[in-house]
């Protein structure tokens, strides 16, 4: 489970930000909603919101970037614009194997006669938390090739090497592994963990993973269909018809596209696939893709991912979670994570629907954020900040309310009156 997250002159925040899913236990509710392992309290699910363009999908991204990473993708780690300043920072902190870890790099998009564009800072620590809540790291190695800071614990020929790394990667991809185990120890957990990390964008979920789980597996696909039902009370049952014999209905415009004859039969196929989803709605079958609702078909895509998630410890990381959605059915997906029989998974999301703003039933203060904007940049901040003595905000309150008279800021103010009707708008 993740942490904590860290970002420093990414995207729209020119400043060291940080998201943190660590449960404030003094906040004494739905203890089912933290997940407790070695002294560490986690948060099993956490909502971002905020207005358009504020930096919600920004953190997202941010995620990303750490998982493409630490999986040896090509990295996509853009500075913010307004800084000039190239060098990007970001960070994660999560738990893995019953262990706690806190990792950090740095990448420079800028070419000097100093160093090449690339990794110029890394650092992997470990984290311990006693029965105090005290919290202390020991360091496992840093390379920081702008203040010139190379150490590997407690491995001495490691110390020299790290001098001699390329940036163009991570240290877990420039160094042998086969030579140094203790750097292939740490890749596995690295990649292992980058590895139960799904970011989806909620309006643009691919079908493949649902469609192969129908195909492949009985026992999840079962469930897969028991959640699709209850999303959508009018069907009755949801499967991928395999028969050779079902005709499938072809419009020849489909496959008129300007690619290769390789990647056109690859396409499809993939069409083909999903015209054998098929909802039986009164007894009567017919193709998902075409009859079903937008929402429906976000849930299918969508519920696989669930699925998988809850049942294999994953980490969903969902941009615009409530898109297309009825708000009843978000709040479910949510309570399916802070569920105490899920003790393995977490979910991230960002939202605009105020109804999930909700302590009474749904979450805790802990794990509600609000992204917002100012002239110095862009920035997040923790429900768990408003107090009841100062501010009068407490788990009871109602939290829309609260969030539509700006109490809790986070919120767009458009005067779409003076733009519909221009200078008479002041007349």
Request: glycine share 4%; net charge negative.
């Given at each position: 489970?993740?942490?904590?997250?860290?970002?420093?002159n990414?995207?729209?925040?020119?400043?060291?930000?940080?998201?943190?899913?660590?449960?404030?236990?003094?906040?004494?509710?739905?203890?089912?909603?933290?997940?407790?392992?070695?002294?560490?309290?986690?948060?099993?699910?956490?909502?971002?919101?905020?207005?358009?363009?504020?930096?919600?999908?920004?953190?997202?991204?941010?995620?990303?970037?750490?998982?493409?990473?630490?999986?040896?993708?090509?990295?996509?780690?853009?500075?913010?614009?307004?800084?000039?300043?190239?060098?990007c920072?970001?960070?994660?902190?999560f738990?893995?194997d019953?262990?706690?870890?806190?990792?950090?790099?740095?990448?420079?998009?800028?070419?000097?006669?100093?160093?090449?564009?690339?990794?110029?800072?890394?650092?992997?620590?470990?984290?311990?938390?006693?029965?105090?809540?005290?919290?202390?790291?020991?360091?496992?190695?840093?390379?920081?090739?702008?203040?010139?800071?190379?150490?590997?614990?407690?491995?001495?020929?490691?110390?020299?090497?790290?001098?001699?790394?390329?940036?163009?990667?991570?240290?877990?991809?420039?160094?042998?592994?086969?030579?140094?185990?203790?750097?292939?120890?740490?890749?596995?957990?690295?990649?292992?963990?980058?590895?139960?990390?799904?970011?989806?964008?909620?309006?643009?979920?691919?079908?493949?993973?649902?469609?192969?789980?129908?195909?492949e597996?009985?026992?999840?696909?079962?469930?897969?269909?028991?959640l699709?039902?209850?999303?959508?009370?009018?069907?009755?049952?949801?499967?991928?018809?395999?028969?050779?014999?079902?005709?499938?209905k072809?419009?020849?415009?489909?496959?008129?596209y300007?690619?290769?004859?390789?990647?056109?039969?690859?396409?499809?196929?993939?069409?083909?696939?999903?015209?054998?989803?098929?909802?039986?709605?009164k007894?009567?079958?017919?193709?998902?893709?075409?009859?079903?609702?937008?929402?429906?078909?976000?849930?299918?895509?969508?519920?696989?991912?669930i699925?998988?998630?809850?049942?294999?410890?994953?980490?969903?990381?969902?941009?615009?979670?409530?898109?297309?959605?009825?708000?009843?059915?978000?709040?479910?997906?949510?309570?399916?994570?802070?569920?105490?029989?899920?003790?393995?998974?977490?979910?991230?999301?960002?939202?605009?629907?105020?109804?999930?703003?909700?302590?009474?039933?749904?979450?805790?203060?802990?794990?509600?954020?609000?992204?917002?904007?100012?002239?110095?940049?862009?920035?997040?901040?923790?429900?768990?900040?408003?107090?009841?003595h100062?501010?009068?905000?407490?788990?009871?309150?109602d939290?829309?309310?609260?969030?539509?008279?700006?109490?809790?800021?986070?919120?767009?103010?458009?005067?779409?009156?003076?733009?519909?009707?221009?200078?008479?708008?002041?007349?």
């Open positions: 489970m993740i942490l904590s997250i860290r970002v420093n990414f995207l729209v925040y020119a400043n060291k930000t940080e998201m943190s899913l660590i449960a404030d236990m003094r906040i004494k509710k739905f203890y089912s909603n933290v997940y407790q392992q070695n002294n560490f309290n986690v948060v099993k699910a956490a909502c971002i919101y905020g207005g358009n363009n504020v930096g919600k999908t920004c953190v997202i991204r941010a995620i990303n970037s750490i998982r493409n990473v630490l999986l040896g993708i090509v990295a996509e780690v853009p500075p913010n614009l307004f800084t000039n300043n190239n060098l920072l970001l960070g994660i902190s738990l893995f019953g262990k706690a870890y806190s990792y950090d790099f740095g990448y420079d998009s800028t070419i000097t006669n100093q160093y090449k564009r690339g990794f110029v800072y890394e650092r992997l620590a470990e984290i311990t938390v006693d029965k105090y809540g005290t919290e202390s790291e020991k360091e496992i190695y840093i390379r920081d090739m702008v203040n010139n800071v190379y150490k590997f614990a407690d491995n001495e020929e490691l110390n020299v090497l790290l001098k001699a790394v390329s940036p163009d990667n991570i240290l877990i991809y420039t160094i042998n592994s086969e030579k140094f185990p203790i750097i292939e120890y740490y890749k596995n957990i690295l990649r292992s963990f980058a590895f139960k990390i799904e970011v989806l964008d909620a309006n643009n979920i691919p079908l493949g993973k649902t469609i192969q789980t129908l195909k597996n009985k026992e999840i696909g079962n469930r897969i269909v028991e699709i039902k209850l999303a959508d009370l009018d069907i009755e049952d949801y499967k991928y018809v395999k028969s050779d014999n079902e005709s499938v072809r419009n020849p415009n489909i496959y008129q300007s690619a290769p004859q390789e990647q056109v039969l690859q396409l499809t196929v993939a069409f083909e696939d999903m015209l054998r989803l098929t909802s039986i709605h007894g009567k079958p017919v193709q998902s893709l075409i009859y079903d609702s937008t929402g429906t078909k976000k849930m299918v895509s969508l519920a696989s991912f699925i998988e998630a809850l049942e294999e410890g994953k980490i969903l990381i969902v941009d615009e979670l409530d898109s297309s959605l009825h708000f009843k059915l978000t709040r479910a997906i949510i309570s399916l994570f802070n569920n105490e029989l899920n003790t393995k998974a977490q979910i991230i999301f960002s939202a605009h629907d105020g109804t999930l703003l909700d302590c009474k039933k749904l979450f805790r203060k802990d794990q509600i954020w609000f992204a917002a904007k100012n002239d110095e940049g862009a920035y997040i901040y923790s429900l768990k900040d408003y107090t009841a100062k501010d009068n905000i407490r788990s009871e309150s939290l829309l309310e609260k969030y539509k008279l700006g109490a809790l800021g986070a919120l767009p103010e458009p005067d779409l009156i003076s733009i519909l009707l221009g200078d008479s708008a002041d007349e």
